[in-house]
């Protein structure tokens, strides 16, 4: 049975989830308030499985919400609200949010959802750690280290680094960073690959020199 927090201050909308997600044999609890819900999750570990968290709360946000929880817990954490703009989405991202529902969403599909980032953390905890070489990537935190130092990486330099790190020593077309990075739709020249490559090596320092080039078919991570 999954136990679940939900912080939402749309009390309606609160009696909704509460309500599916129980028919569905889980337990729930819901705060709605920003200030007694950064309260109950700050300096330790959540009894939780799983955090669904609204953006727009009285008193405090859920974004400084989701920042205190990522000091202390590796909890999953679902944003769900009304803000659909890229860069609140890229912004929870960066935060260390595991997913995005945007309002209206299917009860549905906000289960599914749940359903497989639980289970991923149950049975992946290892895997969120990735490691070639000096450079260590925790994708769940989504932090970067190069050697001993911590790295500060923007989203799209952290996901190329990201799908590198994903298949060390294979060579990575650009086509194939504009695909996973970029998305389908992307119909810009692939050269904007090289000034993404260009800054992440930079930001690396002497890791970067792992990055390598492989002329005329794309990059390749080595150790």
């Known amino acids: ?7 939402e201050d749309d009390l309606q909308i609160c009696e909704v989830i509460e309500t599916y997600f129980r028919a569905k044999g889980c337990r729930i609890h819901a705060i709605h308030n920003g200030g007694e819900a950064l309260s109950h999750v700050s300096g330790g570990e959540l009894p939780y499985e799983l955090v669904l968290l609204d953006i727009m709360l009285p008193e405090i946000d859920g974004f400084t919400i989701c920042r205190s929880i990522r000091k202390c817990s590796d909890i999953p954490i679902i944003f769900i609200t009304a803000r659909a703009r890229e860069e609140d989405v890229l912004f929870g991202y960066d935060l260390g949010g595991d997913d995005y529902i945007i309002k209206p969403f299917l009860l549905s599909a906000l ?13 992946d905890a290892g895997s969120s750690i990735l490691t070639c070489g000096a450079i260590r990537l925790d994708i769940r935190r989504l932090r970067c280290f190069a050697g001993d130092a911590e790295i500060e990486l923007p ?6 680094l990201r799908h590198l790190m994903e298949h060390p020593d294979w060579v990575v077309s650009r086509d194939t960073l504009l695909d996973r990075v970029w998305g389908a739709d992307y119909f810009g020249s692939d050269r904007v690959v090289d000034n993404h490559i260009k800054k992440l ?4 320092g002497s890791a970067g020199n792992q990055i390598r080039t492989v002329i005329g078919r794309g990059y390749k991570l080595t150790k």
Request: some cysteine.
């Open 201 to 204: 090596r930079k930001a690396l």
């Open 155 to 160: 989203p799209k330099e952290f996901a190329i």
């Open 111 to 123: 289960y599914a959802k749940c359903e497989a980032l639980i289970r991923r953390s149950k049975g």
């Open 1 to 7: 049975m999954n136990n679940i927090l939900l912080i």
